[in-house]
């Protein structure tokens, strides 16, 4: 078994699009509308058999989550770079463009080398190399 896809919900679609397409290389279907639900969303690729799918419908509640806390449930996107020195560019490419890093670049004690960043929405995303 292996996981297919993770979702989220998402205030602006396109935006997010935008995101992991230009700082994680992500590919994207062409999208997808229900016109009863005025449900969309796109499935974003990363070289993996796992895919991210992102939703937008009207009605979804924003999360009372603090983004910049731990709580209960998903807390994070994993996304491998390949190497030290990919985790250090990118995360500091993100933080000059004005994404807020809650986890500098650093060693933990699992034996990764990672950083996280917020995505546009809050979403945390781990950059291991």
Known sequence: MKIDHIAIWCNDLEGMQHFYMHYFDASTNEGYY???KDFRSYFLNFDSDCTLELMQMPGIPKSKNDPRKQ???????????GSKMKVDRLTEQLKSDGFPVVGEPRNTGDGNYE?????????RVEIIA
């Open 34 to 36: 229900n016109h009863s």
């Open 71 to 81: 709580f209960l449930g998903i807390i994070h996107l994993a996304i491998k770079v």
């Open 115 to 123: 950083s996280v960043v917020l995505d546009p929405e809050g979403n």
